[in-house]
Protein backbone atom coordinates (compact mmCIF):
# COMPACT_ATOMS: atom_id res chain seq x y z
CA UNK A 1 0.00 0.00 0.00
CA UNK A 2 1.35 3.66 -1.00
CA UNK A 3 2.36 5.66 1.89
CA UNK A 4 -0.09 8.60 0.47
CA UNK A 5 -3.41 5.64 1.28
CA UNK A 6 -2.20 4.16 3.82
CA UNK A 7 -2.21 7.97 5.63
CA UNK A 8 -5.82 8.41 4.08
CA UNK A 9 -6.78 5.38 5.75
CA UNK A 10 -5.29 6.32 9.60
CA UNK A 11 -6.98 10.30 8.68
CA UNK A 12 -10.71 8.30 7.98
CA UNK A 13 -10.44 6.06 10.51
CA UNK A 14 -9.85 9.41 13.15
CA UNK A 15 -13.44 10.70 11.31
CA UNK A 16 -15.50 7.96 10.66
CA UNK A 17 -17.72 7.66 14.25
CA UNK A 18 -19.69 11.07 12.66
CA UNK A 19 -20.79 11.47 9.06
CA UNK A 20 -20.50 15.12 7.30
CA UNK A 21 -21.94 17.10 4.78
CA UNK A 22 -20.22 18.67 2.16
CA UNK A 23 -20.33 22.04 0.54
CA UNK A 24 -18.23 23.74 -1.86
CA UNK A 25 -18.03 27.06 -3.23
CA UNK A 26 -16.82 29.36 -5.99
CA UNK A 27 -16.89 32.97 -6.96
CA UNK A 28 -20.30 33.71 -6.24
CA UNK A 29 -19.85 33.22 -2.13
CA UNK A 30 -16.02 34.88 -2.03
CA UNK A 31 -17.93 37.91 -0.31
CA UNK A 32 -20.24 35.93 1.42
CA UNK A 33 -20.00 36.17 5.32
CA UNK A 34 -22.94 32.65 5.57
CA UNK A 35 -19.68 30.61 6.12
CA UNK A 36 -17.95 33.41 8.57
CA UNK A 37 -18.32 32.29 12.35
CA UNK A 38 -17.27 28.38 11.43
CA UNK A 39 -14.46 27.12 12.88
CA UNK A 40 -11.56 26.91 10.28
CA UNK A 41 -8.67 23.94 9.94
CA UNK A 42 -6.33 23.33 8.17
CA UNK A 43 -5.78 19.94 6.23
CA UNK A 44 -2.80 18.30 5.01
CA UNK A 45 -3.20 15.91 2.02
CA UNK A 46 -1.53 13.65 -0.26
CA UNK A 47 -1.62 16.44 -2.78
CA UNK A 48 -1.07 19.77 -0.52
CA UNK A 49 -2.66 21.58 2.41
CA UNK A 50 -6.21 23.00 2.01
CA UNK A 51 -8.52 24.98 4.33
CA UNK A 52 -12.39 23.95 5.68
CA UNK A 53 -14.35 25.51 7.50
CA UNK A 54 -16.39 23.57 9.97
CA UNK A 55 -19.71 23.73 12.02
CA UNK A 56 -21.49 20.54 13.03
CA UNK A 57 -21.95 17.91 10.90
CA UNK A 58 -21.19 20.14 8.06
CA UNK A 59 -17.91 21.37 6.04
CA UNK A 60 -17.29 23.58 3.52
CA UNK A 61 -14.68 24.62 1.24
CA UNK A 62 -13.97 27.85 -1.08
CA UNK A 63 -12.85 25.70 -3.75
CA UNK A 64 -10.52 29.05 -4.53
CA UNK A 65 -8.97 29.21 -1.53
CA UNK A 66 -7.58 32.40 0.66
CA UNK A 67 -6.16 34.16 -1.19
CA UNK A 68 -8.42 32.84 -3.85
CA UNK A 69 -6.44 31.23 -7.05
CA UNK A 70 -7.99 31.22 -10.50
CA UNK A 71 -9.65 28.08 -11.97
CA UNK A 72 -6.55 26.64 -13.44
CA UNK A 73 -4.61 26.46 -10.37
CA UNK A 74 -7.24 25.11 -7.74
CA UNK A 75 -6.16 22.18 -5.79
CA UNK A 76 -8.88 19.95 -7.08
CA UNK A 77 -7.50 16.98 -5.60
CA UNK A 78 -6.52 17.98 -1.91
CA UNK A 79 -10.09 19.36 -1.95
CA UNK A 80 -12.11 16.52 -2.47
CA UNK A 81 -9.39 14.46 -0.30
CA UNK A 82 -10.38 16.63 2.60
CA UNK A 83 -13.56 15.47 2.53
CA UNK A 84 -13.24 12.24 2.38
CA UNK A 85 -10.86 12.70 5.09
CA UNK A 86 -13.63 14.26 7.32
CA UNK A 87 -16.04 11.41 6.01
CA UNK A 88 -18.34 13.62 4.25
CA UNK A 89 -21.57 11.78 2.70
CA UNK A 90 -22.91 14.34 0.78
CA UNK A 91 -21.66 17.00 -1.47
CA UNK A 92 -23.50 20.29 -3.20
CA UNK A 93 -21.48 22.63 -4.79
CA UNK A 94 -22.08 26.13 -5.82
CA UNK A 95 -20.90 26.93 -9.60
CA UNK A 96 -20.66 30.04 -11.43
CA UNK A 97 -21.21 29.41 -15.09
CA UNK A 98 -22.14 31.56 -18.50
CA UNK A 99 -25.42 30.55 -20.39
CA UNK A 100 -25.22 29.00 -24.04
CA UNK A 101 -28.93 29.24 -24.70
CA UNK A 102 -31.11 32.47 -24.72
CA UNK A 103 -33.82 30.74 -22.81
CA UNK A 104 -31.34 30.52 -19.86
CA UNK A 105 -31.08 33.71 -18.51
CA UNK A 106 -28.44 35.42 -16.65
CA UNK A 107 -29.89 35.42 -12.59
CA UNK A 108 -31.37 32.37 -13.09
CA UNK A 109 -29.99 28.77 -11.70
CA UNK A 110 -29.22 25.44 -13.59
CA UNK A 111 -28.96 22.05 -11.58
CA UNK A 112 -26.78 19.51 -13.99
CA UNK A 113 -27.36 16.38 -15.21
CA UNK A 114 -24.69 15.20 -17.26
CA UNK A 115 -21.10 17.21 -18.18
CA UNK A 116 -18.74 17.51 -20.81
CA UNK A 117 -15.13 17.37 -20.06
CA UNK A 118 -13.15 15.75 -22.56
CA UNK A 119 -9.67 17.47 -22.54
CA UNK A 120 -8.91 18.04 -18.72
CA UNK A 121 -8.08 14.87 -16.90
CA UNK A 122 -8.36 14.73 -13.15
CA UNK A 123 -8.46 11.57 -11.30
CA UNK A 124 -6.91 10.36 -8.18
CA UNK A 125 -5.85 6.95 -10.43
CA UNK A 126 -2.73 8.58 -12.35
CA UNK A 127 -0.91 5.49 -11.19
CA UNK A 128 -2.91 2.90 -11.61
CA UNK A 129 -5.56 1.48 -14.31
CA UNK A 130 -8.77 2.02 -12.55
CA UNK A 131 -12.27 2.98 -14.46
CA UNK A 132 -15.45 4.75 -13.48
CA UNK A 133 -18.21 4.97 -15.01
CA UNK A 134 -19.29 9.07 -14.47
CA UNK A 135 -22.69 9.16 -13.40
CA UNK A 136 -24.05 12.36 -11.46
CA UNK A 137 -25.88 11.26 -8.40
CA UNK A 138 -29.62 10.94 -8.93
CA UNK A 139 -31.26 11.02 -6.05
CA UNK A 140 -29.15 14.23 -4.66
CA UNK A 141 -30.46 15.95 -7.91
CA UNK A 142 -33.47 15.13 -7.54
CA UNK A 143 -33.49 16.50 -3.76
CA UNK A 144 -31.59 20.20 -4.81
CA UNK A 145 -34.22 20.66 -7.26
CA UNK A 146 -37.09 20.32 -5.30
CA UNK A 147 -35.54 22.19 -2.61
CA UNK A 148 -34.71 25.17 -5.01
CA UNK A 149 -38.23 25.06 -6.18
CA UNK A 150 -39.56 24.92 -3.28
CA UNK A 151 -37.48 28.34 -2.25
CA UNK A 152 -39.14 29.91 -5.29
CA UNK A 153 -36.13 30.19 -7.45
CA UNK A 154 -35.74 30.73 -11.01
CA UNK A 155 -34.38 26.95 -11.25
CA UNK A 156 -33.99 24.89 -14.36
CA UNK A 157 -33.38 20.88 -13.59
CA UNK A 158 -31.35 19.05 -15.87
CA UNK A 159 -28.80 20.34 -18.44
CA UNK A 160 -25.81 19.77 -19.63
CA UNK A 161 -22.13 21.86 -18.14
CA UNK A 162 -19.18 22.07 -20.50
CA UNK A 163 -16.42 22.79 -18.29
CA UNK A 164 -13.26 24.89 -19.97
CA UNK A 165 -9.93 24.97 -18.76
CA UNK A 166 -9.36 28.64 -18.42
CA UNK A 167 -8.45 31.19 -17.06
CA UNK A 168 -9.90 33.40 -20.11
CA UNK A 169 -13.31 33.27 -20.82
CA UNK A 170 -13.86 31.48 -24.25
CA UNK A 171 -13.86 32.99 -27.80
CA UNK A 172 -17.41 33.60 -30.04
CA UNK A 173 -15.48 31.03 -32.32
CA UNK A 174 -15.66 28.52 -29.42
CA UNK A 175 -19.08 29.35 -27.91
CA UNK A 176 -20.47 28.65 -31.18
CA UNK A 177 -19.10 24.73 -31.21
CA UNK A 178 -19.76 24.80 -27.62
CA UNK A 179 -23.70 26.35 -27.61
CA UNK A 180 -24.49 22.67 -30.12
CA UNK A 181 -24.01 20.14 -27.09
CA UNK A 182 -24.43 22.22 -23.80
CA UNK A 183 -26.26 24.26 -21.50
CA UNK A 184 -23.70 26.00 -19.59
CA UNK A 185 -20.12 26.71 -19.27
CA UNK A 186 -17.79 26.89 -16.62
CA UNK A 187 -14.11 25.83 -15.21
CA UNK A 188 -14.59 23.62 -12.30
CA UNK A 189 -17.56 21.33 -11.53
CA UNK A 190 -17.04 18.06 -13.66
CA UNK A 191 -13.00 18.29 -12.12
CA UNK A 192 -14.95 17.92 -8.60
CA UNK A 193 -17.48 15.66 -9.44
CA UNK A 194 -14.80 13.02 -11.25
CA UNK A 195 -12.83 13.11 -8.06
CA UNK A 196 -16.21 12.66 -6.17
CA UNK A 197 -17.65 10.04 -7.91
CA UNK A 198 -13.94 7.71 -7.45
CA UNK A 199 -14.28 8.28 -3.73
CA UNK A 200 -17.92 6.93 -4.11
CA UNK A 201 -18.89 10.59 -2.74
CA UNK A 202 -22.57 11.58 -4.18
CA UNK A 203 -22.15 15.19 -5.78
CA UNK A 204 -24.51 17.60 -7.07
CA UNK A 205 -24.37 21.36 -8.00
CA UNK A 206 -26.83 24.50 -8.47
CA UNK A 207 -25.19 26.79 -11.32
CA UNK A 208 -25.47 30.28 -10.89
CA UNK A 209 -25.91 31.83 -13.79
CA UNK A 210 -23.77 35.24 -14.18
CA UNK A 211 -23.96 36.24 -17.88
CA UNK A 212 -24.51 34.95 -21.45
CA UNK A 213 -21.67 33.46 -22.86
CA UNK A 214 -19.24 35.42 -25.17
CA UNK A 215 -21.17 35.63 -28.62
CA UNK A 216 -24.75 34.50 -27.86
CA UNK A 217 -25.91 37.98 -27.74
CA UNK A 218 -24.75 40.90 -30.11
CA UNK A 219 -24.22 43.22 -27.26
CA UNK A 220 -20.40 42.54 -26.08
CA UNK A 221 -19.67 40.58 -23.23
CA UNK A 222 -18.01 42.58 -20.22
CA UNK A 223 -16.19 41.27 -16.96
CA UNK A 224 -18.19 44.23 -15.04
CA UNK A 225 -21.47 42.61 -16.07
CA UNK A 226 -20.46 38.83 -14.67
CA UNK A 227 -19.64 41.20 -11.21
CA UNK A 228 -22.99 42.58 -11.36
CA UNK A 229 -24.72 39.38 -11.93
CA UNK A 230 -22.82 37.65 -9.18
CA UNK A 231 -23.84 40.19 -6.67
CA UNK A 232 -27.70 39.57 -7.46
CA UNK A 233 -27.78 35.84 -7.38
CA UNK A 234 -25.63 35.61 -4.24
CA UNK A 235 -28.64 36.35 -1.81
CA UNK A 236 -29.99 33.89 -3.65
CA UNK A 237 -27.47 31.29 -3.03
CA UNK A 238 -27.34 31.92 0.56
CA UNK A 239 -31.28 31.69 1.09
CA UNK A 240 -30.86 27.77 -0.53
CA UNK A 241 -27.56 27.00 1.49
CA UNK A 242 -28.95 27.95 4.82
CA UNK A 243 -32.11 26.05 3.87
CA UNK A 244 -29.78 23.07 2.92
CA UNK A 245 -28.13 23.15 6.43
CA UNK A 246 -31.31 23.66 8.04
CA UNK A 247 -32.66 19.96 6.97
CA UNK A 248 -29.89 18.89 7.08
CA UNK A 249 -29.32 17.43 3.43
CA UNK A 250 -32.84 15.46 3.69
Given at each position: ?S????????????F??S??????G??????????????????????????V???????????????P???????????????????????????S????K???????F????D???????????DK????I??????????????????????????G?????????LE????????????????????S???????????????C??D???????????????????????????????????????E
Amino acid sequence: MSCKFLAFNIHYKLFNGSMMNGIIGGTSLLKSTIFSRWTSKKIETPYGSTSVKIKNNNVFIQRHGNPPVPPHKINFRANIWALKYLNVQKVVSVNSVGSLKLKIQPGTFLIPRDFISLWIATSFYDKEMKFIVPEMDLRLFKYISKLAKTLKMAVKSGGVYIQTIGPRLETKAEIKILKRYGDVVGMTMPSETILCMEYEIPYASICSVDNYCNGILKEPLTTEELDINRKKNMQAIETFIRALLERNFE
